[in-house]
């Protein structure tokens, strides 16, 4: 089946450091990602949408500046946590679309910013 | 405004018994709906899929129905196991293009042995 694979799993970094986060399909080529993140107690929300080839697409309220994302090839994905600070601490996860409906999810990347 | 509800509070449930999760959603017309388990610190995991135009859907002890006039989708696990323990979330896929989906809260399970 298909399969992203996620890496950091967690990560702990100080504030004001910029932090990469990958995302990569094993198995299949995805033009499209996305990247939630993920309170406690809290929905997943939908950060942005990676295409590859051409710019990502930003929620509202979410600062593209600060979330750099970057979608190179069909099977890589990255989210650059830039400047981070304490209350960019979350759980993010990334997830492709696999085939026509359904979607695969990597296992998240814990974010600590100390 | 667009509205997703599952039921706020844990389900606890006996081993052996069919645990049953709703999903209720306002101001919405999903072509479909998607089910998905999540554990604790880890990514959700597709479960099933059920379009607007199909009553029910099962794979394995996993049993979806989707009413599109109350607005609701029930997922039920039969026989339920203590691994069957997680959070269910329910997500809305909207047709179209720009296929984003749209996520409950979820559901905390816990099967007790």
């Known amino acids: 089946g298909a399969v992203v694979s996620q890496h950091p799993s967690w990560v702990i970094c100080k504030s004001g450091t910029s932090v990469k986060i990958e995302c990569r399909s094993l198995?299949?080529?995805?033009?499209?990602m996305f990247w939630y993140r993920q309170f406690p107690k809290q929905s997943l929300m939908l950060m942005a949408t990676?295409?590859?080839?051409?710019?990502?697409?930003?929620e509202q309220g979410v600062e593209k500046d600060k979330f750099l994302i970057n979608h190179a090839s069909l099977t890589l994905s990255t989210l650059t946590v830039t400047s981070a600070h304490p209350e960019d601490s979350s759980f993010y996860i990334c997830?492709?679309?696999?085939?026509?409906?359904?979607?695969?999810f990597g296992s998240g990347t814990r974010l600590t910013v100390v | 405004s667009q509205k997703i509800e599952q039921n706020s509070e844990a389900l606890n449930i006996q081993e052996g018994k069919t645990a049953t999760l709703t999903c209720n959603y306002t101001?919405?017309?999903?072509?479909?709906l998607q089910w998905y388990r999540q554990d604790p610190g880890r990514g959700p995991v597709f479960l099933l899929l059920i379009r607007e135009n199909e009553k029910e859907k099962r794979k394995e002890r996993l049993k979806v129905t989707f009413d599109t006039t109350l607005k609701q989708s029930l997922f039920h696990i039969t026989a339920s196991q203590p691994a069957d323990s997680a959070t269910y979330l329910c997500?809305?896929?909207?047709?179209?293009?720009?296929?984003?989906?749209?996520w409950g809260l979820g559901t905390s399970l816990a099967v007790n042995p």
């Open positions: 198995d299949f080529q995805a033009t499209t």
């Open positions: 997830s492709a679309r696999a085939g026509v409906y359904g979607y695969t």
């Open positions: 101001n919405y017309s999903p072509a479909y």
């Open positions: 990676s295409n590859e080839g051409s710019k990502a697409t930003y």
């Open positions: 997500a809305l896929d909207a047709a179209g293009n720009n296929r984003k989906l749209i």
